[in-house]
């Protein structure tokens, strides 16, 4: 078979490859590409701008032939999308190692990435597209809930009752920024050029209403918050054109971000080119639509700092916005920071970040008794209990049913454990799959989002996701992959992705409490290396090995 064509992964318990831990890694490359999951299924394209499953679809034929007959012992390597080869390896070894996008320093950049892709030779990973574990918008949804919790907690008294947030991009990611809002209590003003983002947000109810004019949303917004009540606004515009006239305007909005495709100029809509005519000027003139785009997104960011100067509080969400901004020669724009230094660092030092698993029964009642068996096994974590019941009620499902929680060092291998018995006696449907976003402790590198503002000036050292593949490799890990470009885009983070399988064997228990337990292990000892505090606490109290801090001679 060549070309596009509907993929959906195969639920049940029937094997079309040789051993469960093959099986997986075939339906979740599948599963990136269902029509429920993927942003553009028929280019390969599962979210995040042109963040692909596959290079093209003779590789992923090849892939899905090779995975159904890999033995036990071998391993199939996988080069930006592509099988270029099976070697035999043992049982313990992963039996999928990737490696996406990478690119010597120098070369790493969009025109020379473009220029290799446009041969054939490599395609662009993101992070869990070429990984083969993204769960539909779910897999952000917690992250964004937390972030904006934190921003609730810092300024707002612990809630977003009775305040407007305004951002753009509702693709595959930025679409959880309304759900997660309103789980906060807020009302949130979501822009996006494209009408069957909003339509699609709305569908799979992340959603709640589109509005017809600015006039129109902010009339809305400013109703709902006056009655504290939770509501999401979609937006059809340019947010390089709106924003500007929101603030001149004097829009009454109290927190600011951005999920728009900024990391690749390709995919964020200049001022003065329509949507429908996107594609084909990008295709025509590359070089002059970078422009246009880096410009536009100059005046987008701007006027984020005007809102900023007038009391807002103004985040960048990881698309590298600033970045673009700055090269397009606006001197502010670094002005307001990250999310991660503003919210999220205290979560990597105790190893926490977004561990996620999918059911591949394909039976939603399989994720419903993984939820239980979270609330047992965690019952003093009250967020994490009002989180797994919120998911629970209002996370509609895109492809196999999923579900994402932010664990950290000494419970991943809890759930990871309780997991496999589960599958083990029989209580769940079939094996699952664990993994998670790369965008976790210890295992990015990435100064404009991950790693910036580290406390030792650390941001660019790219050592330690290498050495996170690595520790996984070594640990039992069922596919393992290395990436560049991630998130905000080439020639700025290195990361790296695990993916381990739950199928009931003694031997999966046995690499999954290695896995599991050595992965956030790497987000403890890289941030006690940079010198944070609360790592240290973390690394004495729950006996993370740390040979610099150790006494004694040589
Ligand atoms: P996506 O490509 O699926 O969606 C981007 C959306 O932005 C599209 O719907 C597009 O129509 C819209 N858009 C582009 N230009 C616009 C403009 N000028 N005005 C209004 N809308 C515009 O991408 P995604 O998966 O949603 O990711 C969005 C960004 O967030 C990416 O840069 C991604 O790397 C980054 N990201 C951040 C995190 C995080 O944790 N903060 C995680 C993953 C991805």
Sequence with gaps: MSGPRPVRAPRGTELSALGWQQEAALRMLQNNLDPEVAEHPDKLVVYGGTGKAARDWRSFDAMVRTLKGLKQDETM?????????????HEWAPRVLIANSNLVGDWA?????????????????????????????????????????????????????????????????????????????????????DPRAIERRIEHRYLDVKADSLEHALQLAVEARDARRPLSI??????????????????????????????????????GVDFDDMASAAAKDPAGFTTRARESMAKHVEAMVGFMDAGAEVFDYGNSIRGEAQLAG??????????????????????????????????????AKTDKAILDLFPENESLARWIKLAGERVHFQGLPARI?????????????????????????????????????????????????????????????LLNAMVNVASGASWVSIHHGGGVGMGRSIHAGQVSVADGTKLAGEKIRRVLTNDPGMGVIRHVDAGYDIAESVADERGVRVPMREGGDA
């Excluded at 515009?237 to 305007?249: D, K, Q, S, T």
Aim: net charge negative; glycine share 14%; aromatic share 10%.
């Design 77 to 89: 390597l996988v080069q930006s999308g592509r099988p270029v080869g099976v070697m035999q390896t």
């Design 109 to 193: 950049n969009w025109e020379e990435f473009r220029r290799l892709e446009a041969l054939g030779l490599t395609m662009y990973g993101q992070m869990t597209a070429g990984s083969w574990i993204y769960i539909g918008t779910q897999g952000i949804l917690q992250g964004t809930y937390e972030t904006f919790a934190a921003v609730a907690a810092k300024k707002f008294g612990g809630t977003l009752a009775g305040t407007i947030t305004l951002t753009a991009g509702l693709g595959g990611m930025g679409g959880a920024q309304p759900l997660a809002v309103t789980m906060n209590d807020g009302v949130a003003l979501c822009i996006d050029c």
């Design 234 to 271: 979609g937006l059809l515009g340019n947010a390089a054109e709106l924003l500007p006239r929101m603030l001149a305007e004097g829009a009454p909005v109290d927190i600011v971000t951005d999920q728009t495709s900024a990391h690749d100029p390709l995919a964020y809509l200049p001022l």
């Design 330 to 367: 606006y001197e502010r724009a670094f002005a307001f920071p990250g999310f991660v230094p503003a919210y999220i660092r205290p979560l990597f030092c105790e190893g926490k970040g977004p561990f996620r698993w999918a059911a591949l029964s394909g039976e939603a009642s399989d994720i």
């Design 405 to 465: 929680c932010w664990l950290g060092y000494g419970e991943r291998d809890k759930a990871g454990e309780r997991f496999n018995d589960m599958v083990a006696s029989g209580e769940l449907a079939a094996p699952l799959a664990i993994g998670r976003d790369h965008l976790d402790c210890g295992s990015v590198a990435s100064p404009y989002r991950e790693t910036e503002a580290m406390l030792d000036g650390s941001d660019a050292i790219a050592d330690w996701p």
